[in-house]
């Protein structure tokens, strides 16, 4: 292995239009690599390091999923039972339809549909929050969110397409129901604590001290956009501006709710203990085990039928499958990808990405921390460096 490659390809992330960055990679349960290049903190010329906490956004997600297969692995629930036997709120869904119209669904939404994202349920959050802080004056917990989000309309008949949205923040609160504690806890005792992740949280406001400044990258000709938004100080950055936004996780719905969507506040140096937990068949660096690996392979299965991958269409996923909530290489032509096909993982709004591939027990969790990531740009090549120095 030789890992210059990567050294390289990271500093010319930073010296282009990313801030700052950082990588931890991990084989058979053991760190391999890590590496930083850039600034936690431009203007204070802070060096970013793999312990400064990031909001991982959508990251979250793999994490999720994983909460809610070791309760699928117990017995708890099967892929297609229908979710209203556990939230009954979502018994009866209705249907926006292209011209306007309302018509009932003939299908009820399940849990398979959370997991793959068909569901029909979309982000369109405007009505939810307003009903929200209507209900609870801008605090509302988890589980009365799902049901304030079963309110509305949903997009599609569910099964039939595909559409990133609040699915998996519904299964955190199905979660919920099944087990019986809030998300958080569930996750914290039977993810974060045996995995011994220490710096990894759904609610960050006192750890503020310690968190990367987060940035939001414009194209120069949204320049003027960026100044209109009073979000901190601008800084020139190559072809484009970075300007300093919300330095704490913006959450809109107060300190109770815990998104199993995109909560997660962490480091490069925590999550990667979970990421080489699931490239290692469920078993951290530690000896402990959160869920199989015949659980972990249902998961980066792809679940989407060639119609319904028309909608699974992102340029940086390109040659990808979706699983039960996680990309999955499945056409080493199409990706471009050098990796092995099985290689799954997900990527976070300011820039984290999670790749893991337990055919060779690879796991790498990158981060950056920046708004509008340019995730089209440095994935796919993130992926093919990763995979050079590994077989180097």
């Known amino acids: 292995m030789d890992f ?3 050294k390289d390809f990271m500093d010319r992330l930073t010296d282009w239009r990313i801030p700052g960055n950082g990588i ?3 084989i058979d349960g053991k760190e391999v690599f890590s590496y930083n290049s850039g600034f936690a903190d431009l203007e204070n010329k802070i060096p970013m390091t793999n312990n400064h906490l990031l909001n991982i956004y959508s990251c979250t997600k793999v994490a999720t999923v994983t909460a809610a297969l070791q309760l699928y692995e117990q017995g708890y629930f099967l892929l297609d039972d229908p979710l209203y036997t556990l939230i009954p709120e979502y018994k009866d869904m209705y249907i926006k339809n292209p011209d306007g119209s309302i018509s009932k669904a003939k299908n009820h939404i399940t849990m398979r549909h959370l997991f793959t994202m068909t569901s029909g349920l979309s982000y369109d959050e405007t009505n939810v929050v307003k009903r929200a802080r209507e ?9 009365s969110f799902v049901k304030c989000l079963a309110e509305d309309p949903i997009s599609f008949e569910p099964g039939t397409q595909w559409q990133y949205s609040w699915s998996h923040d519904v299964l955190g609160a199905a979660v919920e129901v099944i087990s019986g504690k809030k998300f958080r806890d569930y996750v914290k005792e039977n ?3 045996p995995l011994e992740m ?4 759904f609610h960050s406001k006192e750890l503020l001290d310690r968190m990367a400044q987060q940035y939001h990258f414009k194209s120069s000709d949204e320049t003027d956009e960026v100044k209109l938004q009073a979000a901190g100080s601008l800084i020139s950055m190559a072809d484009g501006v970075v300007f300093n936004s919300k330095r704490s996780r913006a959450d809109g719905f107060g300190p109770e709710f815990d998104s199993g969507g995109g909560g997660i506040v962490s480091s490069i140096s925590d999550y990667s203990k979970f990421c080489s937990a699931l490239a290692n068949g469920g ?3 530690n000896g402990e085990r959160i869920i199989s690996s015949g659980t972990i392979d249902l998961m980066r ?5 060639p119609d319904i991958s028309k909608n699974f269409n992102w340029e940086q996923l390109k040659g990808y499958g979706y699983g039960l909530g996680v990309r999955t290489l499945i056409d080493k032509a199409a990706s471009g990808s050098t990796g092995n096909i099985g290689e799954f993982g997900w990527g976070g709004a300011a820039g984290a990405n999670v790749l893991i591939d337990p055919s060779i027990k ?3 969790f990158y981060a950056h921390h920046m708004l509008n990531p340019q995730e089209s740009y440095y994935q796919p090549r993130l992926r093919n460096v990763l995979y050079a120095c590994v077989n180097r």
Do not use: E, P, R
């Open 301 to 305: 299965t792809n679940q989407l039928t």
């Open 283 to 285: 078993v951290g660096q």
């Open 191 to 193: 993810i974060f604590d």
């Open 362 to 364: 690879l796991s790498a």
């Open 4 to 6: 210059s490659l990567m």
């Open 198 to 201: 220490k710096d990894s949280y």
């Open 24 to 26: 931890s990679v991990c």
């Open 135 to 143: 209900l609870t004056n801008g605090n509302i917990d988890t589980l």
